[in-house]
């Protein structure tokens, strides 16, 4: 009881509490910025399999209730998410029994979890971008809008459930960040409201799976998975529910900055061979997150330039992940449209 009094207790409340936050406002998977946290804050002795092992099981948590809401709306699309549990959950148990059995030594395993940690956050923001891109060309060009009741694809949604699985099992980021973006651009015309249902759905047993096989192979520091809990339930709560209030652009824009520097910052951290072995390099780590600041609205601006929209302006970036924004558009027009043949 004593290790759940002590400042890295507190501190590891206060992570909890700030991600569960950033999830409740975004939607977004919280390994990508929880797991790399609590490396950053020492806790279990910075060791990577330690931390991925606590913030799946907290996951395993938080998410189980965000499920059980969408399943009683009704939201979700249970025959697609049964799709994704078919490839992630075998993925998410096996993956990290593959990487223990590439090596057996403790420091080696720790420098290729954070490598595989770093590039996957990379990957994460990098996805996360795209997802915007997407929606701006489907926006654009006046693709599919709102089917509640896609038809489902087979192989390639076991394979995206493949994917996120291994990543998942081995670095615990992947389920908020890379399977939302691979079912956006499966299923366009899916609505908001059934995908994050359907990725909550199958983020339960995936992200279950993974906590008991890392359980399995690592143990369970619950000095680190309690304090995780505490903070993180209520934080997700509180984000969920200030998040119409709350600049959503500049949100999403911060959490790609965030991504690319973890990512970066934990391959230096492992002794990455392109940014040295023998030293870090924070002064590198700072300028990657400002020219990844300044760099984002100029692109940005220029990708909308190249669709025939303003550099800034409609449609915004928080309308853009809403997924249905051109259906609403779309609606709009086609209601209009009606009134005026009617009169």
């Known amino acids: ?125 990098l996805t996360y971008a795209l997802r915007l891109y997407v929606n701006l060309r489907r926006v654009r060009s006046g693709g599919p809008v709102g089917d509640p009741d896609p038809a489902v694809r087979p192989i390639p949604t076991l394979l ?77 709560l509180l984000g969920s529910t200030i998040a119409p209030r709350v600049p959503q652009s500049l949100i999403r824009r911060g959490i790609v900055v965030v991504l690319t520097m973890s990512g970066v910052a934990l391959l230096d951290k492992a002794g990455w061979a392109p940014l040295g072995k023998d030293t870090t390099h924070p002064v590198l780590i700072g300028v990657v997150g400002i020219v990844t600041a300044v760099l984002l609205p100029l692109i940005w601006g220029v990708l909308r330039k190249q669709q025939g929209l303003p550099y800034f302006g409609a449609p915004t970036v928080a309308e853009l992940d809403t997924w249905t924004y051109g259906g609403a558009r779309a609606a709009s027009r086609s209601d209009a449209q009606a009134g005026v043949e009617k009169s």
């Open 160 to 236: 995206v459930g493949m994917l996120g699985g291994a990543l998942v099992g081995i670095t615990s980021v992947g389920s908020g960040s890379v399977i939302m973006i691979a079912l956006l651009m499966l299923y366009p015309g899916l609505s908001a409201l059934r995908l994050v249902g359907t990725d909550l759905v199958q983020a339960v047993p995936l992200v279950l799976a993974a906590a008991l096989s890392n359980i399995s192979l690592n143990g369970l520091d619950w000095s680190i998975t309690i304090p995780l809990i505490i903070g993180s339930v209520p934080g997700t």
């Open 1 to 125: 009881m004593s290790e759940l009094l002590t400042w890295t207790a507190v501190s590891i409340v206060a992570a909890g509490f700030f991600v569960g936050i950033v999830v409740g406002l975004t939607g977004m998977g919280g390994g990508a910025l929880m797991t790399p946290a609590l490396i950053f804050l020492g806790v279990g002795g910075g060791e990577a399999a330690t931390v991925v092992t606590a913030d799946l099981t907290a996951a395993a948590v938080y998410k189980t209730g965000g499920a059980i809401v969408h399943a009683r709306e009704g939201q979700p699309n249970f025959r697609l998410a049964g799709w994704l549990i078919a490839g992630s959950v075998p993925m998410a148990f096996l993956g990290p029994f593959a990487i223990h059995h590439f090596t057996t030594d403790e420091k080696q395993l720790d420098t290729v979890l954070k490598e595989a940690i770093g590039f996957a956050l990379i990957f994460a923001a």
